[in-house]
Structures are given as structure tokens and as C-alpha cells.
């Protein structure tokens, strides 16, 4: 469905929320922010990932629907992206941009909660059975903290459907990505969650750009029907140079499932397509710009369940069959998406293309403990890409390339892909 708002109303609720109470004192670094977002709403800087979320809000706001958000550092956001609460300077008096925007809008509430992950989401997820038409937030203040949270996660979130056809529409925003800030602060296991996902019981999207996150957010309440959305929101995207929008990007069209190369490469010079979900496609891509390379495509797979194949062929179409496709991770082998996409993956695309992963090497722990180690680790991750060769035989069945793509894949084959490669 279309998620778009004219741009107009987007400038007006931007500046509207930059408006500040009559004698009220912000924060220096506050101020600072109130400015930006003004020459955001005036077209003179692209908006980024906090701007996006805050009108996305404000627009499902002035349309009447009721948004809560609550998290360890909500009102804030953890990294100091959100500022949807502001505090007075001098006397610590509180004011919500989003409250004052037109008259008649629903109700905001934006609640910081205590570090109690399982009741807290508890409590959100009985909350957004009994509003099914608003946006119901719960945020991990790292996505690593839903571990806390997995009895509501198993017992209710991905099962109340099949079990008591209770429909939710509770939102999950868990902050995920590699950025060497240690095990506990790196991955929200999105590999749970796709083990989990099945029947079309839940949605995992991972959306890369601002305009993403604000489609994703409106189609959350627009469209009719319910179902929970797991989201992997960035950390260092959040201020990163090229993860910005225009405004025209957020005024028609919807949430992609999945981006195609956006570069101006000609396809029939591809030697390789890089599949890839997150923060590593901004990695990827800086590394394509530095060595010069224009025969390699990157495609984002944004949505992860419900599988995008209709989505993902279209994005596949241009490029000459037999390509060889890489999934590219930053996540350990045995975690991330690629041991629950892999199986799809061979079964849609295997006919035409030979399927590999790249990643870092399986691990018993979500990522190491040393910045040093980390940055080494993600060298040698991007560093794989330009070795990649094609594999031999590209005349061959499909059948064959399958069979080769399963026997040469980066790590051991399991026995089971063994039995099955020597089968085919």
C-alpha cells in the first residue's frame, strides 16, 4: 500500500516539532538538533534516520492513530538519536514535540522503562492487543537485551495466532550491527526469530535507509490486518553519511522488501552479486567505490520473513544467468540470517545462479570481546570479496552448479548438504 505523505505536510510537521514553550531553555546540543531538523524541513540537508522516525510518528499522529513507545532510553533514544522528550536546562520541566502538532491527533505516549525486558514487553505486547489500531513500540536499548525478553518472544509474540487467534501488531525495535562495541552489545539474534518464523506468524525486516524505516513504520498501521514486526534498527547508521533521504522519497510509493543495485553498473558486465542485509551494504559498498570495481552488484534484502522471491528474482532478472551469488554477513556462520535463508535461497534461485556465503567463521559467542580484534575481523571480511573467483563449469546443468555450490561452500558442508550434493 502507499505509505507516501506530500511533502508539504512533512515540512510543516517537521518545523512544528522544532517549535519550542515560551520560556523554555534547551540543551545546547539540543539546540543544535532544532536547527538541523530547520534546514531539514527546508530542503537544505537530507534527513536522517531520527528525522525519518519523528515523522513517521508525526504523521500516523495527525491521522489519529495512538503511538506508544517505551525502552530503556525511549524518550532519547540510546544513541542519542530520538529526542522525542526534551528537558528544560535550568529547571528539568519536560516537553514532547510530538504532542502539540494539530488538534484532534492521537495520543503519544513515549515512556522510558526499567531494565525488566520480560515484563516490560510483556505488558506492550498485552497493550497492543487491546489498541490493535495504533503503533505499539518496545525498544531494546541493544538488541542483544531481548534475550531477557525470549519467554514472551516463544510463549506469545510468534505463537498467540496459531494457538488462540490473537492478532498483534507489536512492533520490536532492536538495535543491530558490528561496530566492535563486544558481545553483548552486537547482534540481537536475529537467527532466533527466523527459526521462529513460519506460517506468516511474524515479520523481520532490516531496513537500511531512513525513508525505509519511515514506510515500514506507517504500513506497520495503515494496511487492515495485524501481524508483529521484528525490526534490526541500526546504531552507526544512524549518522552515517550516505544513510540519508529526501523528502521526496518519503512522499509516494512503500516499503521496498528488497533494493536492487543502485549503482550505475551495466549488468551484463557482472561477475558476482552480492546478497546482503544491514550495515555490512554500506561497508560493501564503500569497498566497491575504493577499488573501482564495476563488476559487482549488491542487492539488500530488506524484509527476511515473509520471504521478498517475487521481490528478490526481479532484482536477480538483469544480470546474466549463472552469476554467481554470494550472501555476504557480517554475523558468525552459525548465526545471522544465512542458515535459515540458504535453503530458500537454493531452492528459488539454484536453477539459475550458484549460491555462496561469506562470513565470518562460526562462533559460540555473537562477536569478540576486542575493538582491535573486531575491526581485523570486518578487514578481512571485506577483504575476502575481491578474491572471490567464479566457480568452473558455468555450461553446466543447474543441477551440477547446485551441487558444486553446496560441496564449495566457505565452510564445511554439513552432512546432510553432502548427502544431498552427492544425491543430485
Not at 522544532?18 to 539546540?31: A, C, M, N, S, V
Not at 550491527?177 to 536475529?190: I, L, T, V
Request: glycine share 6%; charged share 25%; aromatic share 8%.
Amino acid at each position: 500500500i502507499d505509505t507516501g505523505v506530500p511533502e508539504e505536510s512533512l515540512s510543516n510537521l517537521l518545523l512544528k516539532q522544532t517549535e519550542l514553550p515560551d520560556g523554555f531553555t534547551p540543551h545546547k546540543k539540543i539546540k543544535r538538533l532544532l536547527q538541523i531538523r530547520k534546514d531539514m524541513a527546508a530542503g537544505e540537508r537530507k534527513l536522517d534516520w531520527g528525522t525519518a522516525e519523528a515523522l513517521a510518528f508525526a504523521s500516523l499522529l495527525t491521522e489519529g492513530y495512538r503511538i506508544r513507545v517505551s525502552g530503556q532510553d525511549a524518550q532519547r533514544g540510546t544513541f542519542s538519536h530520538r529526542h522525542a522528550v526534551l528537558h528544560d536546562a535550568k529547571t528539568g520541566k519536560q516537553h514532547t514535540p510530538l504532542k502539540p502538532l494539530v488538534s484532534g491527533q492521537g495520543t503519544v505516549e513515549i515512556v522510558n522503562s526499567p531494565l525488566s525486558e520480560a515484563g516490560v514487553l510483556g505488558f506492550d505486547y498485552g497493550y497492543s492487543l487491546d489498541c490493535p489500531d495504533g503503533l505499539i513500540i518496545w525498544e531494546a536499548q541493544f538488541g542483544d537485551f531481548v534475550n531477557a525478553a525470549q519467554v514472551i518472544i516463544d510463549q506469545f509474540i510468534v505463537s498467540a495466532e496459531d494457538k488462540w487467534q490473537r492478532y498483534s501488531g507489536m512492533v520490536m525495535l532492536l538495535p543491530h550491527g558490528f561496530e566492535g562495541q563486544g558481545p553483548e552489545h552486537s547482534s540481537a539474534r536475529f537467527e532466533r526469530f527466523l527459526q521462529l518464523a513460519a506460517e506468516s506468524n511474524i515479520q523481520i525486516a532490516v531496513p537500511t535507509t531512513p525513508d525505509q524505516f519511515f514506510h515500514l513504520l506507517r504500513r506497520q498501521v495503515i494496511r487492515k490486518w495485524r501481524k508483529p514486526l521484528i525490526v534490526m534498527t541500526p546504531k552507526s547508521l544512524l549518522r552515517h553519511r550516505d544513510a540519508v533521504s529526501s523528502f521526496s522519497s518519503l512522499t509516494s510509493g512503500s516499503y521496498m522488501k528488497v533494493i536492487g543495485d543502485t549503482s550505475d553498473l551495466n549488468p551484463q558486465k557482472v561477475k558476482r552479486i552480492l546478497l546482503c542485509t544491514g550495515k555490512i551494504y554500506y561497508d560493501l559498498n564503500e569497498r566497491r567505490r575504493q577499488t573501482e570495481r564495476d563488476d559487482v552488484a549488491i542487492v539488500r534484502i530488506e524484509q527476511l520473513y515473509p520471504v521478498p522471491h517475487e521481490d528478490l528474482e526481479a532484482a536477480l532478472a538483469p544480470y546474466p544467468e549463472g552469476t554467481p551469488v554470494y550472501w555476504v554477513q557480517e554475523e558468525p556462520e552459525n548465526m545471522g540470517a544465512w542458515n535459515s535463508v540458504k535453503g530458500r535461497l537454493y531452492e528459488a534461485h539454484g536453477d539459475t545462479h550458484t549460491i555462496r556465503r561469506v562470513s565470518r567463521t562460526e562462533s559460540g559467542s555473537p562477536a569478540t570481546g576486542s575493538a582491535a580484534i573486531h575491526k581485523q575481523e570486518q578487514a578481512e571480511l571485506l577483504d575476502l570479496i575481491p578474491r572471490l573467483q567464479l566457480l568452473p563449469g558455468e555450461d553446466e546443468t543447474a543441477f551440477e552448479d547446485l551441487r558444486r555450490a553446496l560441496l564449495l561452500d566457505l565452510a564445511p558442508a554439513t552432512p546432510y548438504e553432502v548427502a544431498l550434493a552427492e544425491n543430485l
